[in-house]
């Protein structure tokens, strides 16, 4: 494949390593000490790069948003809690990423991780422009700072922030999925829709990463990775109350969304072969 097919083409990672030319050079180092599956991670690098997107271009900004005041200011509150969590995990994953890419001793992960960070910038700016478009500024809310640094800071940091991403990339997915299906506005659907695309791509490396890490924690890493998971979803679990009105006005429903995410990262555990000590989650309050 030239240079000039590879500009121009829709290419999948599949299509590539079908290439004569490019299949043995696009396979990982085999020197590697790393302490994850390299081919796996070589390949969600290839994905990722695959799949960047422009917003802009993807998202046609000039069309007309009509919503109720009530239901504008409801929405506008909730997408600056996202946009808020979306800041922090962006600040996150920059403080950590070569954190974790000397713990798993992977050159593979500094690729991958630097995707997704991009991902998470994108995420961000493109949120802080719905928000303007939405007639508000994009504000950080202090209140949910106690999170990032729950997910970056003591002991085992590095598990300790992807066990943390685990929780965080299943809430976007599913905040991003029922705000998709409610189709508050357009654009706010259209965002939605292409943000999930990488949230997606997000968990396939949680997935890929973890039961390795997991083989090699201790069992007093395991209780404090476990505890600090458990103060991250009940510290959820309280805040999201106090949303309940505002996503209520645009159909949101927070219980069965905290639901869902619970039973996504459930069974994610069990399929790391996590025994039921290890499974604790939060009761989700009626109100
Ligand atoms: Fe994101
Ligand atoms: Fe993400």
Redesign the pocket.
């Known amino acids: 494949m030239d240079a000039s097919t590879l500009k121009g083409s829709r290419y999948s990672v599949s299509r590539l390593f079908q290439d004569p030319a490019l299949r043995d050079l696009l396979k990982p180092s085999p020197a590697s000490h790393s302490l994850i599956d390299e081919q796996r991670v070589r390949n969600l690098y290839l994905q990722a790069a695959t799949q960047q997107w422009f917003g802009p271009e993807k998202i046609n900004f000039n069309e007309i948003i009509t919503l109720d005041e009530r239901t504008r200011l409801a929405w506008l509150h909730l997408t600056t809690v996202f946009y808020t969590l979306?800041k922090m995990?962006l600040n996150v994953i920059e403080n950590m990423m070569a954190k974790a890419v000397r713990k798993l001793r992977s050159d593979e992960a500094a690729f991958y991780l630097s995707a997704q960070c991009f991902?998470?910038a994108r995420?961000?700016f493109l949120l802080a422009t719905y928000l303007r478009k939405l007639g508000g500024s994009p504000h950080y809310e202090k209140l949910y700072g106690v999170l990032g640094k729950a997910a970056s800071i003591g002991a085992y940091r590095v598990e300790n922030w992807l066990f943390s991403t685990l929780f965080s990339?299943n809430f976007?997915s599913a905040f991003l999925k029922h705000a998709q299906t409610a189709q508050i506005d357009p654009i706010g659907a259209e965002l939605c829709k292409n943000?999930l695309l990488?949230?997606t791509r997000?968990l396939h490396f949680l997935h890929a990463v973890l039961p390795d890490l997991l083989d090699r924690l201790s069992v007093l890493g395991k209780s404090y990775v476990r505890a600090t998971q458990f103060f991250i979803m009940k510290f959820t679990e309280v805040a999201a109350r106090s949303l309940d009105k505002d996503a209520g006005v645009v159909g949101l429903n927070r219980h069965s969304l905290l639901e869902e995410v619970f039973s996504n990262v459930e069974r994610s555990y069990r399929n790391f072969g996590l025994n039921t000590r290890f499974l604790y989650f939060p009761a989700i309050a009626k109100i």
């Open positions: 979306e995990g991902d998470e995420h961000v990339e976007a943000l990488d949230e997000h």
